[in-house]
T-cell receptor, first 113, second 114 residues
Framework: GQQLNQSPQSMFIQEGEDVSMNCTSSSIFNTWLWYKQDPGEGPVLLIALYKAGELTSNGRLTAQFGITRKDSFLNISASIPSDVGIYFCAGRAGGTSYGKLTFGQGTILTVHP | GAVVSQHPSRVICKSGTSVKIECRSLDFQATTMFWYRQFPKQSLMLMATSNEGSKATYEQGVEKDKFLINHASLTLSTLTVTSAHPEDSSFYIC??????????FGQGTRLTVV
């Protein structure tokens, strides 16, 4: 089946620093989605990407859909304490698996004031 | 953005009883909803795809008789954990597809079976 490798697994940074995390896949995806999850809550959609090469921003967040359609990255600039949480990438393929999302393992972000 | 509401947020039940979790899309219609299970500090594991008006599609290894899914309307899907046991304790999350194929998640349900 499809697999998503998300890295790094965890990050400990100082407030104000930039953050980068990425996901790679063994197969092609048609859609990439990035989510943030706070403890005890459901994931919240941050950015959705639909085309290879697409670069999209949402405030301090920027994400890109890789040209090969097998990877995506998320950057957070000038981190603040409320950025703390778990970030997940998710990919959706077409065909028979239409609609299903495959999730990365998550990146745990800790921001020190 | 689209809102998905999940209820209850927390439930404690006795071993052997059944628990029903509701997932509602509040401001859009969802012909397809998804149910996930999440263990502490792990990623989301898809359990089943809930289809309005038809049977759910379960992922390999998920017992359909234990995790009953009903998608009775375009805005409501329910997951019933039957004859719950302590090993069923987990965080259950639903999602619904909104516009532009974006998946929106409910708040999650923390199930504790004692």
């Amino acid at each position: 089946g499809q697999q998503l490798n998300q890295s790094p697994q965890s990050m400990f940074i100082q407030e104000g620093e930039d953050v980068s995390m990425n996901c790679t896949s063994s197969s092609i995806f048609n859609t990439w989605l990035w989510y943030k999850q706070d403890p005890g809550e459901g994931p919240v959609l941050l950015i959705a990407l639909y085309k290879a090469g697409e670069l999209t921003s949402n405030g301090r967040l920027t994400a890109q859909f890789g040209i090969t359609r097998k990877d995506s990255f998320l950057n957070i600039s000038a981190s603040i304490p409320s950025d703390v949480g778990i970030y997940f990438c998710a990919g959706r393929a077409g065909g028979t698996s239409y609609g299903k999302l495959t999730f990365g393992q998550g990146t745990i972000l800790t921001v020190h004031p | 953005g689209a809102v998905v509401s999940q209820h209850p947020s927390r439930v404690i039940c006795k071993s052997g009883t059944s628990v029903k979790i509701e997932c509602r899309s509040l401001d859009f219609q969802a012909t397809t909803m998804f149910w996930y299970r999440q263990f502490p500090k792990q990623s989301l594991m898809l359990m089943a795809t809930s289809n309005e008006g038809s049977k759910a599609t379960y992922e390999q290894g998920v017992e359909k008789d234990k995790f009953l899914i009903n998608h009775a309307s375009l805005t409501l899907s329910t997951l019933t954990v039957t004859s719950a046991h302590p090993e069923d304790s987990s965080f259950y999350i639903c999602s619904a597809e909104g516009q532009e194929n974006k998946a929106f998640f409910g708040q999650g349900t923390r199930l504790t079976v004692v």
